[in-house]
């Protein structure tokens, strides 16, 4: 069962900010393979400052 988390900024520089991009990478349970939350992708661009 997923449980609802609130969005995920990037911690980039000492300060939090908003992707770029909406993309999302999946967190996956080893043992069930079941999708338990996801996190923001970081691009080459959210980290140049």
């Known amino acids: 069962?997923?449980?609802?988390?609130?969005?995920r900024q990037l911690f980039i520089?000492?300060?939090?900010?908003?992707?770029l991009l909406k993309n999302r990478i999946p967190?996956?349970?080893p043992s069930t393979e079941e999708i338990i939350g996801d996190i923001?992708?970081?691009?080459?661009?959210?980290?140049e400052v």
């Not at 069962?1 to 609130?6: D, R």
């Open 27 to 29: 967190i996956i349970n």
């Open 13 to 19: 520089d000492g300060e939090w900010r908003e992707p």
């Open 40 to 47: 923001p992708a970081a691009t080459a661009e959210d980290v």
């Open 1 to 7: 069962m997923a449980f609802p988390m609130p969005v």
